[in-house]
């Protein structure tokens, strides 16, 4: 593994913004995927009638080499900068987005949020939306793309007005601004985002890459908390045994340890770990990995599920206290109201049992007790019973494990994060 610090990065922005042809030209031009294999993907976009998409094509590829192997690493493809190894976490679509944004895959250490320069594109309601994500999860590094410069000519006064327009709407969900830079790309031709472009001399800031190396600092990792590692898949490999895979957010996993898995609560012993198809001895935060268990079945746990160590075990929650931020409700939300929480890689049927206060969101100060119901936009403390066993932890504690998304009919009905748990009996 390189020595680099590495950082999880996600990219945001409305589905038409070009986030995958975005992350597709970081990959080619900074020496990630080789030209041979470009040169597949542009056969591939001409028999499909997209020649444009060739970059896309990377990262959905990738879709179908899920479905095929075992790949511990499913999203995830590597690039290096001049200071860090970073993880790009793609999600096409804007029901994948929410949905990686909240399992353990994506536990963002800093995103890209690109906005379309195109005329009649700009900031459109799912730019708002992520960015209220991005807060709400906790995402506090950023960088804004300001990407399709092509298609107006390069032209400064555009790249101005997009700006504009996203330094208000960052400031309103309570992003401080002047740390955030706004780089204008052409992520189809490259310009500005692994190479200097000729073609904007007015712009004499860092290109993408340089953006990202001068403003993201290595996030901290909390090896001397307690192991939380919520599983992503389970499986059971000919000769190896049972291995489950997952993200570890906290503490360190060794070869040799005992693990246990909440809330099935069934225990077994550490045999060996794999990250990038390598034995390694132990594993941090931050890791992807599978590690092969003996004493377990695969019956016996699932996706949702969190090892912790038996002395530590994960918080399985008889209920919580929450902060919610609602952001898009046909109607209203009233106490008895059962959503779909999201929460690392588990999703669970959970109550609302009260609404206890309706908060102010920038300021987070008691606007209302005990509202009877609350509606798009408001943020509330809430109190919520799961229907059935989760693991979930409190965001002072463990904010890996605390932030989650309330999904229903099809859409992201709110995202919040966990203030503190009552733990089953």
């Given amino acids: 593994m390189p020595a680099k610090p590495h950082i999880n990065l996600i990219t945001a922005?409305?589905?038409?913004?070009?986030?995958?042809?975005?992350?597709?030209?970081?990959?080619?031009?900074?020496?990630?995927?080789?030209?041979?294999?470009?040169?597949k993907l542009k056969e591939l976009a001409k028999e499909f009638k997209k020649e444009t998409f060739e970059f896309a094509y990377v990262m959905d590829k990738l879709k179908e080499e899920r479905q095929r192997g075992l790949t511990i690493d499913v999203m995830h493809r590597p690039f290096e900068t001049q200071k860090y190894f970073f993880t790009?976490?793609?999600?096409?679509?804007?029901?994948?987005?929410?949905?990686?944004?909240?399992?353990?895959?994506?536990?963002?250490?800093?995103?890209?949020?690109?906005?379309?320069?195109?005329q009649g594109e700009g900031i459109q309601e799912q730019t708002k939306e992520h960015t209220?994500?991005?807060?709400?999860?906790?995402?506090?590094?950023?960088?804004?793309?300001?990407?399709?410069?092509?298609t107006v000519n390069y032209d400064q006064k555009r790249y101005e007005e997009i700006k504009e327009e996203a330094s208000k709407l960052l400031q309103s969900v309570g992003y401080k601004v002047d740390q955030i830079p706004f780089v204008p790309v052409s992520a189809y031709y490259g310009d500005n985002v692994v190479k200097k472009t000729d073609k904007m001399p007015w712009w004499d800031g860092p290109t993408l890459v340089e953006a990202l190396d001068a403003t993201i600092k290595e996030p901290e990792k909390p090896i001397d908390k307690p192991l939380r590692i919520p599983i992503q898949d389970v499986y059971s490999i000919t000769g190896v045994g049972t291995v489950p895979v997952g993200r570890v957010e906290t503490g360190v996993l060794k070869v040799g340890d005992a693990v246990v898995f909440e809330p099935a609560g069934v225990q077994g012993e550490v045999k060996s770990i794999e990250m990038h198809h390598q034995p390694i001895q132990e594993a941090k935060p931050g890791d992807n990995i599978g590690f092969n268990v003996r004493g377990v079945s695969k019956q016996d746990i699932k996706r949702g599920d969190v090892a912790g160590h038996p002395n530590a075990k994960p918080t399985v929650a008889q209920e919580f206290t929450a902060q919610i931020i609602v952001l898009q409700h046909p109607?209203?939300?009233?106490?008895?109201?059962?959503?779909?929480?999201?929460?690392?890689?588990?999703?669970?049927?959970?109550t609302i049992t009260e609404i206890m206060a309706k908060v102010d969101p920038q300021t987070g100060s008691v606007v209302q007790e005990n509202p009877d119901f609350i509606k798009t936009g408001d943020a509330a403390k809430v109190r919520v019973r799961p229907t059935k066993p989760l693991v979930i932890e409190k965001y002072s504690e463990f904010p890996q494990l605390a932030r989650f998304a309330i999904r229903d009919m099809g859409k992201t009905i709110a995202a919040g994060i966990v203030l503190d748990v009552t733990p089953a009996k």
Wanted: charged content about 20%; aromatic content about 6%.
């Fill in 132 to 150: 209220w994500l991005l807060k709400v999860l906790g995402i506090n590094q950023l960088i804004v793309a300001i990407n399709k410069m092509d």
């Fill in 13 to 39: 922005g409305h589905v038409d913004a070009g986030k995958s042809t975005l992350v597709g030209r970081l990959l080619y031009d900074s020496g990630a995927i080789r030209e041979e294999e470009l040169r």
């Fill in 88 to 118: 790009v976490i793609d999600a096409p679509g804007h029901r994948d987005f929410v949905k990686n944004m909240i399992t353990g895959a994506s536990q963002a250490d800093a995103a890209i949020l690109v906005i379309s320069a195109k």
């Fill in 331 to 350: 109607t209203a939300i009233a106490p008895g109201y059962t959503p779909v929480f999201h929460v690392h890689t588990a999703s669970v049927a959970c």
